[in-house]
Every structure is written in structure tokens, then in C-alpha cells.
């Protein structure tokens, strides 16, 4: 083998490790989803965080979501679950945005939130649940 080919095979071995590596490393996570993939995430078993205040819950909210208000999401943190994705919903997506950042800051790595919240969720016809 030439030294030009030792060259050429050591290059593209270093060039398959490398995308490999790239490959294997966590991806980052979505700061923001839309609403059909917030619902493509609840399908998939997302736990879906409601942060809104509980009139606001009582009437719509997603099923199987739990209500945590945003005023109350740092003394609550026990409550979320740390080995599944989290999909953040509000009114309109700026309280879930701020949770979403304290979910991060807290350590929880597969956050997101739902851009539009529970308003384009409704608008897009998908399933809500009215009343306690």
C-alpha cells in the first residue's frame, strides 16, 4: 500500500468516525413545536404539561394533560417526570415558553413548548376535554 493510500484510507476512516460520533450524540431538543407536532407527541406519550390557571383549565383542556400554573411550576418540579418528552401548553404559548425555560434550567432535557397553546390546539380540531 502506498503511502498516499494509507493517507486516503485514514482520512475516510476519520471521516466515517466522526459522522458516526456526530450520529450517536444526543440532538438537540425543539425549543418550540407546532400544534400537530405537540399532537404527534401526545400520541407518542408525551406528557403534556397545561400551565395555565384552573379556569382556564376547566374550560378545554388537552386529555390525559396535567395542570400545573406557571406561578406554581418551581415548588411543583416533583411532579413532572424527568424520563419522558414534555410538551408545554398554555392560552397562547408565552407562560409555556417560560416554563419551558424553567424546566431546562431545572435539568429536564426533552422540553418543549406548543407554539399558538390551547387556542390553535382547539382551532386545529383536536380533542379537549371542558370542566374539571
Known amino acids: 500500500m502506498t503511502r498516499l493510500n494509507k493517507i486516503l484510507t485514514l482520512a475516510i476512516l476519520l471521516f466515517i468516525l466522526t459522522a458516526v460520533l456526530i450520529g450517536c450524540a444526543d440532538k438537540p431538543y425543539p425549543t418550540e413545536v407546532s400544534v400537530k407536532t405537540a399532537r404527534e407527541y401526545q400520541q407518542a406519550g408525551a406528557f403534556m ?3 395555565r390557571q384552573p379556569e382556564e383549565w376547566d374550560e378545554a383542556h388537552i ?3 396535567t395542570l ?5 411550576l418551581t415548588t411543583r418540579l416533583n411532579e413532572i417526570p424527568a424520563d ?7 392560552r ?11 424546566l431546562r434550567n431545572a435539568g429536564y432535557k ?10 390553535q ?5 383536536y380533542p379537549t376535554i371542558n370542566g374539571k
Open 110 to 119: 426533552k422540553v418543549t413548548s406548543m407554539s399558538g397553546g390551547i387556542r
Open 68 to 72: 400545573i400554573p406557571l406561578n406554581e
Open 92 to 102: 397562547s404559548g408565552n407562560r409555556s415558553a417560560q416554563a419551558r425555560d424553567i
Open 49 to 51: 404539561l397545561d400551565v
Open 84 to 90: 419522558r418528552e414534555i410538551v408545554v401548553v398554555c
Open 121 to 125: 390546539w382547539i382551532a386545529a380540531g
Open 63 to 65: 386529555p390525559d394533560s
